[in-house]
């Protein structure tokens, strides 16, 4: 096993460097490495104190995720040398600095407050992350934290996740200090001071730990706080289980229940589907395909052609990420309509604290509203979000072939219809991609990049750096109706149209879908959406429906009557003025009716049956979106369901489901 970690002399201070790039996890040969520095250092008589600092950008950024991983597949994995090497820091006769650069999250907070002191630059990040993948701290963090910081603090980081700043970590009182400029020289200065005093140890200290009454409160009011923030989820409660027994047990014991805490979370389904998630962000954004060398265009500005509401949201998403953008329409009142829609979102971003004033204005001078093609020859990428109609995309894109630069990527928000067509009416079909974003376009993190038949490979690569570049996770989908996302979303619904036809209740549906972790039911999504866009592409493609085969109609009877969900007031639910949904007893007459003359036979579904047959539904359509090579691997579709249909993260999306539940 390699040592990934250096040992230096620098005065009567040893030094130990991580060097586990890119972000120093804790594989196997850096708490080895730790170990073994420590051992040599305490021996030394020449050395007064220890620093440990992370080599290149970070300090550790926890455990290493991959042993996860290979303990979720039974292919070994350990994490008892992290544990040793906690241990040793905390058995210490010399005092330890841990010196913070970057991020400690995780297995890294809990090897530093494993040591007798820690430092911090003042861009530092802390944070105990565990829950993001399902499980708890299980390097003694539930245990160190509360009595470093209180109780309080320990449990908002343990059940949430969130990292915190080191100005804020030195006021909690998980940093001693806060250094501004070279942290190593600063970290053995401070080594050097400290060097004489008696060494301290978190896992002595029972000051923070509060009292019985107000921890009761607290536990409670968290209890609560995660079931409404992180519904479903099991580790944020394993996580106040664990820091429970902080309070009420000695530091051993404490740390023996947060092991068994620690081993029950990592074996469930949940940390399984999460590292899973984890890892399938990052394999997304590698398309096997593409060599490493591939060019990547610099995208300086761009244009989006539509000010509705997906364009105007695309256009701030553009703005966000400082690139300047123009957004044209074609009338001056649509133009004032998405203008005002746009300062209306900023605006309450401000209020909700997302933004500042300052920044919002700054976004807003990006945004160039303009009714014609002036200066589109100077823009890198032209996005078109006018709505789902092939004429019209090929009347655009045939116009802005004309005015755009010739390596201009030519880019359709379309979501469903077929790419190489809307290409066809250019002369570079090579720049054409398809480029379906999500509706709040700036809010889900979602984008689909559809590759046409002749896209270029410098296309496929920018748009995958430019999906970076927006904050949006990029996923490559095959040129079909409805892509990965849209295609499967088709055999979802209709299944959750056929249970109401068959006699459930859409609150039924719904509520069984929503319980299992969606965001949404099915029925208030399409509601939200719109019923009348499924509509205008199911006569788009009537054409192809088959004989024989059974089709949803709720959906269609309802539009026929005007109700086109929340927009109308009335679709699969009725909406009040704040959109508030309640039952629409309509819907279920009209069901009867229809099931009736159809000769539907009535059969209440469980809500078991329910979640199964929808998902059986997305499961299958996954299935065969692979065997077509739409979707490169199983992972593209369970991120593109995570990221942009509300799939909760925790259940890995369609695919990883359907692999723990053990469907075929
Ligand atoms: C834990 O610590 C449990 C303990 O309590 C138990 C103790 C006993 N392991 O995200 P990036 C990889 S649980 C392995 O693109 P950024 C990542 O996959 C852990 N690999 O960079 C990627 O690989 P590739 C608690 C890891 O700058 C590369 O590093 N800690 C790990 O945007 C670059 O990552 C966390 O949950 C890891 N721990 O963000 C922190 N971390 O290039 C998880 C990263 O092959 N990590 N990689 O695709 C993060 O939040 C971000 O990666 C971080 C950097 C903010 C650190």
Same mark, same amino acid.
């Given at each position: 096993?390699?040592?990934?970690?250096?040992?230096?002399?620098?005065?009567?201070?040893?030094?130990?460097?991580?060097?586990?790039?890119?972000?120093?996890a804790?594989?196997?040969g850096?708490?080895?490495?730790?170990?073994?520095?420590?051992?040599?250092?305490?021996?030394?008589?020449?050395?007064?104190?220890?620093?440990?600092?992370?080599?290149?950008?970070?300090?550790?950024?926890?455990?290493?995720?991959?042993?996860?991983?290979?303990?979720?597949?039974?292919?070994?994995?350990?994490?008892?040398?992290?544990?040793?090497?906690?241990?040793?820091?905390?058995?210490?006769?010399?005092?330890?600095?841990?010196?913070?650069?970057?991020?400690?999250?995780?297995?890294?907070?809990?090897?530093?407050?494993?040591c007798?002191?820690?430092?911090?630059?003042?861009?530092a990040?802390?944070?105990?992350?565990?829950?993001?993948?399902?499980?708890?701290?299980?390097?003694?963090?539930?245990?160190?934290?509360?009595?470093?910081?209180?109780?309080?603090?320990?449990?908002?980081?343990?059940?949430?996740?969130?990292?915190?700043?080191?100005?804020?970590?030195?006021?909690?009182?998980?940093? #001693?200090?806060?250094?501004?400029? #070279?942290?190593?020289?600063?970290?053995?200065?401070?080594?050097?001071?400290?060097?004489?005093?008696?060494v301290?140890?978190?896992?002595?200290?029972?000051?923070?730990?509060?009292?019985?009454?107000?921890?009761?409160?607290?536990?409670?009011?968290f209890?609560?706080?995660?079931?409404?923030?992180?519904?479903?989820?099991?580790?944020? @409660?394993?996580?106040?289980?664990?820091?429970?027994?902080?309070?009420?047990?000695?530091?051993?014991?404490?740390?023996?229940?947060e092991?068994?805490?620690?081993?029950?979370?990592?074996?469930?389904?949940?940390?399984?589907?999460?590292?899973h998630?984890?890892?399938?962000?990052?394999?997304?954004?590698?398309?096997?395909?593409?060599?490493? #060398?591939?060019?990547?265009?610099?995208?300086?500005?761009?244009?989006?052609?539509?000010?509705?509401?997906?364009?105007?949201?695309?256009?701030?998403?553009y703005?966000?990420?400082?690139?300047p953008?123009?957004?044209?329409?074609?009338?001056?009142?649509?133009?004032?309509?998405g203008?005002?829609?746009?300062?209306?979102?900023?605006?309450?971003?401000?209020?909700?604290?997302?933004?500042?004033?300052?920044?919002?204005?700054?976004?807003?001078?990006?945004?160039?509203?303009?009714?014609?093609?002036y200066?589109?020859?100077?823009?890198?990428?032209?996005?078109?979000?006018?709505?789902?109609?092939?004429?019209?995309?090929?009347?655009?894109?045939?116009?802005?072939?004309?005015?755009?630069?010739?390596?201009?990527?030519l880019?359709?928000?379309?979501?469903?219809?077929?790419?190489?067509?809307?290409?066809?009416?250019?002369?570079?079909?090579?720049?054409?991609?398809? @480029? @379906?974003?999500?509706?709040?376009?700036?809010?889900?993190?979602?984008?689909?990049?559809?590759?046409?038949?002749?896209?270029?490979?410098?296309?496929?690569?920018?748009?995958m750096?430019?999906?970076?570049?927006?904050?949006?996770?990029?996923?490559?989908?095959?040129?079909?109706?409805?892509?990965?996302?849209?295609?499967?979303?088709?055999?979802?619904?209709?299944?959750?149209?056929?249970?109401?036809?068959?006699?459930?209740?859409?609150?039924e549906? #719904?509520?069984?879908?929503?319980?299992?972790?969606?965001?949404?039911?099915?029925?208030?999504?399409?509601?939200?959406?719109?019923?009348?866009?499924?509509?205008?592409?199911?006569?788009?493609?009537?054409?192809?429906?088959?004989?024989?085969?059974?089709?949803?109609?709720?959906?269609?009877?309802?539009?026929?009557?005007? @109700?086109?969900?929340?927009?109308?007031?009335?679709?699969?639910?009725l909406?009040?003025?704040?959109?508030?949904?309640?039952?629409?007893?309509?819907?279920?007459?009209?069901?009867?009716?229809?099931?009736?003359?159809?000769?539907?036979?009535?059969?209440?579904?469980?809500?078991?049956?329910?979640?199964?047959?929808?998902?059986?539904?997305?499961?299958?359509?996954?299935?065969?979106?692979?065997?077509?090579?739409?979707?490169?691997?199983?992972?593209?579709i369970?991120?593109?369901?995570?990221?942009?249909?509300?799939?909760?993260?925790?259940?890995?999306?369609?695919?990883?489901?359907?692999?723990?539940?053990?469907?075929?």
């Amino acid at each position: 096993m390699p040592n990934l970690v250096a040992y230096s002399v620098h005065g009567q201070v040893a030094v130990l460097t991580i060097e586990n790039p890119p972000v120093n996890a804790l594989s196997p040969g850096v708490p080895e490495g730790i170990s073994e520095g420590l051992k040599a250092a305490n021996w030394d008589p020449a050395i007064q104190a220890i620093v440990l600092i992370g080599g290149g950008r970070t300090f550790i950024a926890g455990a290493d995720i991959r042993e996860f991983e290979k303990i979720h597949a039974g292919q070994g994995g350990s994490l008892a040398s992290v544990l040793t090497c906690i241990a040793d820091l905390d058995a210490s006769g010399k005092p330890v600095v841990a010196a913070i650069h970057g991020t400690a999250f995780g297995g890294g907070l809990e090897v530093a407050m494993a040591c007798s002191y820690r430092v911090a630059a003042t861009s530092a990040q802390v944070g105990q992350p565990e829950v993001k993948l399902g499980i708890i701290p299980g390097g003694e963090g539930t245990q160190r934290l509360p009595r470093l910081a209180g109780v309080g603090k320990a449990l908002d980081m343990c059940c949430f996740g969130e990292p915190v700043s080191a100005p804020d970590a030195y006021q909690a009182g998980i940093v #001693d200090d806060l250094i501004e400029g #070279d942290l190593l020289a600063g970290a053995v200065a401070f080594a050097e001071r400290i060097a004489a005093l008696p060494v301290p140890r978190a896992s002595q200290r029972q000051d923070r730990l509060g009292t019985a009454e107000a921890n009761a409160t607290l536990f409670a009011e968290f209890r609560a706080a995660a079931n409404k923030r992180l519904r479903g989820q099991q580790a944020p @409660h394993a996580a106040i289980e664990a820091i429970q027994a902080a309070t009420e047990l000695p530091f051993a014991e404490g740390c023996a229940k947060e092991a068994e805490i620690f081993d029950r979370c990592l074996h469930a389904d949940q940390s399984k589907a999460l590292v899973h998630a984890f890892f399938g962000e990052r394999a997304v954004a590698k398309i096997p395909f593409l060599a490493k #060398d591939t060019p990547v265009l610099p995208i300086k500005r761009a244009a989006v052609i539509g000010a509705g509401t997906m364009g105007g949201g695309i256009a701030m998403v553009y703005a966000n990420a400082g690139i300047p953008v123009i957004l044209k329409e074609t009338t001056q009142e649509a133009l004032d309509r998405g203008v005002a829609t746009i300062a209306r979102n900023y605006a309450n971003s401000v209020k909700r604290g997302r933004f500042s004033q300052a920044f919002v204005e700054e976004r807003l001078k990006l945004i160039h509203p303009q009714l014609d093609y002036y200066n589109f020859g100077e823009v890198d990428i032209v996005v078109e979000a006018v709505f789902e109609n092939m004429e019209l995309k090929k009347h655009i894109f045939a116009d802005v072939d004309k005015f755009a630069k010739s390596d201009c990527i030519l880019a359709s928000n379309t979501s469903t219809l077929n790419i190489d067509e809307i290409a066809s009416v250019t002369s570079r079909p090579d720049c054409v991609v398809g @480029h @379906h974003f999500f509706s709040p376009a700036n809010v889900m993190r979602l984008l689909e990049i559809v590759r046409g038949k002749a896209t270029n490979a410098t296309v496929l690569a920018t748009s995958m750096d430019l999906a970076r570049r927006l904050k949006k996770v990029g996923v490559l989908a095959g040129n079909c109706r409805g892509f990965i996302g849209n295609r499967m979303f088709f055999p979802y619904c209709r299944e959750a149209i056929f249970l109401v036809e068959e006699g459930n209740t859409p609150e039924e549906v #719904d509520r069984a879908l929503y319980e299992w972790g969606m965001a949404m039911g099915p029925l208030a999504v399409q509601d939200l959406a719109g019923l009348d866009v499924g509509w205008r592409i199911r006569k788009e493609y009537q054409h192809l429906e088959q004989p024989g085969v059974r089709y949803p109609e709720l959906d269609t009877l309802l539009c026929e009557r005007g @109700h086109y969900g929340q927009k109308t007031g009335a679709g699969f639910f009725l909406y009040d003025e704040h959109r508030k949904p309640s039952p629409n007893p309509e819907v279920i007459a009209l069901a009867q009716e229809y099931a009736a003359k159809a000769g539907i036979p009535q059969r209440k579904s469980t809500p078991e049956q329910i979640v199964e047959r929808c998902l059986r539904a997305l499961f299958d359509e996954g299935k065969q979106l692979l065997a077509e090579g739409i979707a490169l691997r199983s992972v593209d579709i369970d991120i593109v369901y995570i990221s942009g249909y509300g799939f909760p993260a925790w259940r890995g999306g369609p695919m990883k489901y359907a692999e723990l539940v053990g469907w075929k």
